[in-house]
Structure formats: structure tokens, C-alpha cells
Nanobody
Framework: QLQLVESGGGLVQPGGSLRLSCAAS????????IGWFRQAPGKEREGVSC????????YYADSVKGRFTISRDNAKNTVYLQMNSLKPEDTAVYYC????????????????WGQGTQVTVSS
């Protein structure tokens, strides 16, 4: 059974850091690109970052470039999103999702999704 489980969310002050994890099981992890998306209350889901199946290509939304870093550990079937210099506008539920081989900014092209983890940036 395919499963994606996000963890690492929480409450952090502006300027702080969090590291999100997306752990996968039940499928051939190595052939999938992994994307992180987020959705804030009253807003559409938006792409945050993505890493290709090989880990050789990474992509970031303009709003997080220079602050977030995506990485993957294929031996652990886990993808990480290191988030630094967090801002209140980063507050959202963060989801990881999988797509065969290559990244895409279109959420409907991702096959499977985790349940999400809440990130709240507030003083």
C-alpha cells in the first residue's frame, strides 16, 4: 500500500527554521519526483519545491528561493524540505506528492499525496 507521511511541522517565530520530512513506503520510490506544495486558508494550493527522481534537479517557487532547500535520501525513502528565515506568509499546510520521474508545477499531475503537516509562522 502506497503511503506518504509528512512530519516536522509546527509553530515557529518569524526568522526561524523547520525541517519537513516526507517518508514514503509501498512503491518504487526511486522513479518518482517529489514535490512539496502548500495551501493557506482561503488560498489555492501552490507549488513550493520539487526534486527529480535522481535528485539531480531541484526547483523552487520564487517566494522561497534562497530560504528553502529540498533534498532526498533514497536509501531512507525520505525527502526533506529545510525551511529557513521563515515568514508569516509561509504559514500553510504543507503536502508532499509524487510524480513519475520529472517535476511539474501542476498539482493535478501528481499521483499520490500525503495528509499534510501544518506550519505556522507567528510571533
Amino acid at each position: 500500500q502506497l503511503q506518504l507521511v509528512e512530519s516536522g511541522g509546527g509553530l515557529v517565530q518569524p526568522g526561524g527554521s523547520l525541517r519537513l520530512s516526507c517518508a514514503a513506503s509501498g512503491f518504487a520510490w526511486n522513479i518518482y519526483a517529489i514535490g512539496w506544495f502548500r495551501q493557506a486558508p482561503g488560498k489555492e494550493r501552490e507549488g513550493v519545491s520539487c526534486i527529480s527522481s535522481s535528485g539531480g534537479r531541484t526547483y523552487y517557487a520564487d517566494s522561497v528561493k534562497g530560504r528553502f532547500t529540498i533534498s532526498r535520501d533514497n536509501a531512507k525513502n525520505t525527502v526533506y524540505l529545510q525551511m529557513n528565515s521563515l515568514k508569516p506568509e509561509d504559514t500553510a499546510v504543507y503536502y508532499c506528492a509524487v510524480r513519475r520521474y520529472y517535476c511539474s508545477g501542476v498539482s493535478s499531475e501528481y499521483s499520490y499525496w500525503g495528509q499534510g503537516t501544518q506550519v505556522t509562522v507567528s510571533s
